[in-house]
């Protein structure tokens, strides 16, 4: 058990460009989460898969937000077009399947610095 | 709406003593999960300890228990023997069991725990 990985750990970019960050989540599990934590509150919801389907987007996520999860591996969140407001720890989750005892286990997170 | 409530924005406690984390909840799922996550300064998220809605018994995982009073809809964190390592930021979640849920974790705000020597 590797553990969840995220990459990169830190990004700084200019207002404007896009971005991409990747999550490997632990090899068995089929669900994988994003979240969202600015400084001072809780990560919040962002989206999520089980498998390689997307199945649910919190409203946070805005057309400029984007993830995937082919073949139901590795995913990729991209934010086009970035703003002064998406600045915050990107977190990673996978779980084995949804059920409430199942415990979801975070990657390392990726701090994204918009200039 | 759910809701995870944590009154305690920081806390202090003296090495090898206990302190209790308070955390209360919202919800009106009869079923649902409650979980405890640790967040060192480093970023990560660490699981610590799981209660279920119907679970008779308090749950414990080494010096973490969690004392649950399910009338209260109370669910805090006690840390027994608290050591330097654990000052870090500690999150209340909640994960609903419903059918047709997303499984994802609500959190509160956190408490930030610092342990003195």
């Known amino acids: 058990d590797t553990g969840v990985s995220q990459n990169p750990r830190h990004k700084i970019t200019k207002r404007g460009q896009n971005v991409t960050f990747r999550c490997d989540p632990i090899?068995?599990?089929?669900?994988l989460y994003w979240y969202r934590q600015t400084l001072g509150q809780g990560p919040e919801f962002l989206t999520y898969f089980q498998n390689e389907a997307q199945l649910e987007k919190s409203r946070l996520l805005s057309d400029r937000f984007s993830a995937e999860r082919p073949k139901g591996s590795f995913s990729t969140l991209e934010i086009q077009r970035t703003e002064q407001g998406d600045s915050a720890m990107y977190l990673c989750?996978?779980?084995?399947?949804?059920?409430?005892?199942?415990?979801?286990?975070f990657g390392d997170g990726t701090r994204l610095s918009i200039l | 709406a759910q809701k995870i409530t944590q009154t305690q924005p920081g806390m202090f406690v003296q090495e090898k003593e206990a302190v209790t984390l308070d955390c209360t909840y919202d919800t009106s799922d009869p079923s649902y999960g409650l979980f405890w996550y640790k967040q060192p300064s480093s970023g990560e998220m660490i699981f610590l300890i799981y209660?279920?809605?119907?679970?008779?018994q308090n749950a414990t995982e080494g010096r973490y228990s969690l004392n649950f009073q399910k009338a209260r809809k109370s669910a805090n964190l006690v840390i027994s023997a608290s050591q330097l390592g654990d000052s870090a930021m500690y999150f209340c979640?909640?994960?609903?069991?419903?059918?047709?849920?997303?499984?994802?974790?609500?959190f509160g705000k956190g408490t930030k725990l610092s342990v003195k020597p």
């Open positions: 209660q279920g809605s119907y679970d008779q």
């Open positions: 090899s068995e599990h089929n669900r």
């Open positions: 989750a996978s779980s084995f399947g949804g059920a409430s005892n199942q415990p979801q286990h």
């Open positions: 979640a909640m994960r609903r069991n419903h059918r047709g849920s997303q499984g994802n974790l609500i």
